[in-house]
């Protein structure tokens, strides 16, 4: 049989990826290891009854598994608590046993039957089983848009209890992503004794029992959450190298806000480990000869999108000219370091299904002025443009969760003024970033979003999802439900491409930069890794000596 000839698509698919590749490697040092775990964990054998501080910036908000909190930050606390059905590898994208033994889809991807592990209980000593399952993805569903996982469940038909160890989970359309959503904390699995507790109750952790190596001793708002380890645990992914029993005895989560409090609470040995390492401190860290832990964050690459419902949003040569004023490798260059890559496309270099979509990204402040004069626009006095009565002068909004983010915005803000766009910069506390997103009393929005599956796309950006930014593209939305409806991994990776060339091209996003997430370690704390989104794995492999 002759060789089929690759389509310029699947041609660009692979370019992009080897490119990608041969980046992510350049980009790799031995002070900031491109890697998954700490550059001392094998230094010796590993020593059990030690305590862990690790400084967080952010309060959990909520220690529900499946409930919206802080991102990174609360996933960090509640990974430790729970487990999940299948476990990515960080290595190849790969999903592997955990919970669940084993998996198989039907051939439209509406049904998943699941086998599950024998043997496994919960901290208040009840048994894991299907039943559990059932019971968790009701509770998700019911929640509605109270839970972070209730875009994988679009279209739910319900769960099915085979037997004590087999589970089947149906919807009414394909949904090809799921058995990747099953790896997420979200996804994670509460006892029933939880599931009695109202939905925003559980916020506060009083009650969350899970399945994971630790449990929650106490959590208090903005100051710590302390968890424990759990006697008897036996059940870690078989495929995660030296994964089972925790070796700490106790891990103490302390909120510190400010980066630099972080890395000096690291460096005089007060704490030992630290998330939401900023660029500017790591040579500081490096200098100290503390170990750097390090991964590109796969998903959605820190970027502009825009709401479509408002006036600025919904006109297409002001999303046109804000994309071709907006120069990404300043950005990249000004407010990180090397170590993040200029965004490349709608999706990080790190996702699974990413395709290089840089042809389409390009930085031409004369033409964008031209795009919105051909539009209508013109400048006033004040050199900036204005049409119909209506000041060119968006709101753009964002939030404090990653410090180089107040460069970046105020940097785009500069170049977007140079051409003639007033925007108006406007932030908050999660909480109240969350409900301007909801009300929509914003132009776009500086952020990004963490997920090892190129679905994210379609959670973000689908009008059946959040639909946070009310995007009316009837091609864009096609794609997005059919990537979902393909169980081919061939098939999918080209509808994902498409997708991602539709956002760039109409100019719903502008993708800048990459996440890049850094740990910082004591040099005596061992063992602590980041999975395959790019967060802190669940700490059973830790120590201190």
């Known amino acids: 049989?002759?060789?089929?000839?690759?389509?310029?698509?699947?041609?660009?698919?692979a370019t992009g990826l080897a490119a990608l590749g041969l980046a992510l490697t350049a980009c790799s040092t031995d002070e900031t290891p491109s890697s998954t775990s700490s550059s001392s964990a094998s230094a010796a054998n590993p020593v059990d009854g030690g305590d862990l501080t690790f400084?967080?910036?952010?309060?959990?908000?909520?220690?529900?598994?499946?409930?919206?909190?802080?991102?990174?930050?609360?996933?960090?606390?509640?990974?430790?608590?729970?487990?999940?059905?299948?476990?990515?590898?960080?290595?190849?994208?790969?999903?592997?046993?955990?919970?669940?033994t084993k998996w198989e889809a039907n051939a439209d991807q509406t049904e998943f039957t699941f086998t599950l592990r024998d043997g496994v209980t919960f901290s208040d000593g009840t048994p894991f089983t299907a039943a559990s399952v059932k019971a968790n993805f009701d509770d998700t569903v019911a929640a509605g848009a109270k839970s972070s996982a209730a875009a994988n469940f679009i279209g739910y038909q319900g769960t099915t209890v085979v037997d004590d160890h087999t589970v089947k989970v149906a919807f009414t359309s394909p949904n090809a992503a799921f058995p990747q959503a099953t790896s997420t904390v979200a996804l994670g699995f509460v006892a029933d004794s939880t599931l009695a507790i109202p939905f925003d109750e559980r916020a506060s952790g009083k009650g969350v029992v899970g399945t994971g190596p630790f449990v929650l001793d106490h959590y208090t708002k903005d100051t710590e959450t302390v968890l424990t380890a759990r006697d008897g645990y036996a059940w870690a992914p078989a495929d995660r190298k030296g994964a089972g029993a925790p070796h700490l005895a106790k891990v103490t989560f302390q909120v510190a806000p400010e980066a630099s409090v972080r890395t000096g609470s690291l460096t005089s040995g007060q704490v030992q480990a630290i998330g939401g390492v900023q660029p500017t401190d790591i040579p500081t860290l490096q200098d100290a000869g503390l170990p750097l832990v390090s991964r590109a964050n796969p998903g959605i690459p820190f970027g502009l999108t825009f709401n479509e419902s408002s006036d600025l949003g919904k006109d297409p040569a002001v999303r046109e000219a804000i994309a071709l004023a907006i120069d990404p490798t300043e950005i990249r260059d000004t407010a990180l370091s090397d170590?993040?890559?200029?965004?490349?496309?709608?999706?990080?270099?790190?996702?699974?299904?990413?395709?290089?979509?840089?042809?389409?990204?390009?930085?031409?402040?004369?033409?964008?002025?031209?795009?919105?004069?051909?539009?209508?626009?013109s400048k006033g006095a004040d050199g900036i443009y204005a049409k119909g009565g209506t000041?060119?002068?968006?709101?753009?909004?964002?939030?404090?969760?990653?410090?180089?983010?107040?460069?970046?915005?105020?940097?785009?803000?500069?170049?977007?003024?140079?051409?003639?766009?007033?925007?108006?910069?406007?932030?908050?506390?999660?909480?109240?970033?969350?409900?301007?997103?909801?009300?929509?009393?914003?132009?776009?929005?500086?952020?990004?979003?963490?997920?090892?599956?190129?679905?994210?796309?379609?959670?973000?950006?689908?009008?059946?999802?959040?639909?946070?930014?009310?995007?009316?593209?009837?091609?864009?939305?096609?794609?997005?439900?059919e990537q979902l409806a393909t169980g081919d991994e061939a098939k999918r990776t080209d509808l994902l491409a498409q997708a991602q060339?539709?956002?760039?091209?109409?100019?719903?996003?502008?993708?800048?930069?990459?996440?890049?997430?850094?740990?910082?370690?004591?040099?005596?704390?061992?063992?602590?890794?980041l999975g395959a989104d790019s967060r802190l794995d669940q700490l059973s492999t830790a120590w201190v000596d």
């Open 1 to 13: 049989m002759s060789a089929r000839p690759l389509s310029p698509r699947t041609l660009r698919i």
């Open 55 to 100: 400084a967080i910036g952010n309060d959990p908000i909520s220690l529900n598994p499946t409930g919206i909190g802080s991102g990174n930050d609360t996933f960090y606390v509640t990974r430790q608590l729970v487990d999940s059905l299948t476990w990515q590898d960080p290595a190849d994208g790969s999903l592997k046993p955990w919970l669940a």
């Open 339 to 377: 170590g993040f890559q200029v965004a490349v496309g709608p999706l990080a270099s790190t996702t699974p299904g990413v395709a290089d979509e840089s042809s389409h990204l390009t930085t031409d402040p004369a033409k964008a002025a031209s795009v919105l004069e051909a539009d209508g626009w």
């Open 391 to 481: 000041t060119l002068a968006p709101v753009l909004a964002w939030i404090t969760n990653f410090s180089p983010n107040q460069t970046s915005v105020e940097l785009i803000q500069s170049e977007l003024k140079a051409v003639g766009i007033d925007a108006t910069l406007w932030s908050g506390a999660v909480p109240d970033f969350q409900a301007k997103l909801k009300d929509g009393s914003f132009d776009l929005v500086w952020g990004n979003l963490s997920r090892a599956d190129g679905d994210v796309l379609r959670t973000q950006y689908s009008t059946t999802a959040t639909n946070f930014y009310r995007i009316d593209d009837p091609t864009l939305e096609k794609l997005l439900q």
């Open 501 to 529: 060339e539709r956002l760039v091209t109409q100019h719903h996003v502008i993708p800048v930069h990459e996440l890049t997430t850094y740990l910082g370690l004591a040099k005596d704390a061992h063992g602590i890794e």
